[in-house]
């Protein structure tokens, strides 16, 4: 990898860290969320720094070319998020259906007050 192509992925990587921190200060993305990315970018500037790593990495696994690798590495990557998005939507999926329990029992004791004052009017 030329020296051009390795300042332009570390440019990038550092503009995304700026970007990420700013949506963490705004309070628009979870820092739980965005831990993730922050090691995904954080371990890309390292293999992007040190491109031997990639080969030397390569090599210990067994896979004959470097860059399948690193698209190995993105296929795992890819996995984890999904399965820590789709725990965060059964985890707000249980949530929702107990605050509608909740908010239903609530709006049946409502009606059932307005009923009993209602009676005690007449």
């Known amino acids: 990898m030329n020296l ?7 440019v ?12 963490i200060r705004k309070n628009k993305l979870d820092l739980k969320y965005a ?7 954080a371990g890309i500037l390292i293999l992007d720094l040190f491109p031997g790593i990639t080969s030397l990495l390569a ?12 698209f190995f ?5 890819s996995l984890l998020v999904i399965f820590s998005l789709t725990m965060a939507v059964s985890r707000l999926s ?3 259906t107990r605050l509608t329990q909740e908010v239903a029992l609530l709006s ?4 059932e007050l307005t009923h009993q004052e209602n009676d005690k009017e007449e």
């Open 4 to 10: 051009k192509l390795q300042i332009i992925i570390a």
């Open 12 to 23: 990038i990587i550092l503009i995304g860290f700026f970007l990420l921190t700013n949506l």
């Open 35 to 41: 831990l993730s990315w922050i090691l995904l970018g």
């Open 59 to 70: 090599r210990l696994l067994g896979i004959e070319v470097p860059v399948n690798m690193l």
């Open 73 to 77: 590495l993105g296929f795992c990557f």
């Open 94 to 96: 249980r949530r929702i």
């Open 108 to 111: 049946r004791r409502l009606q």
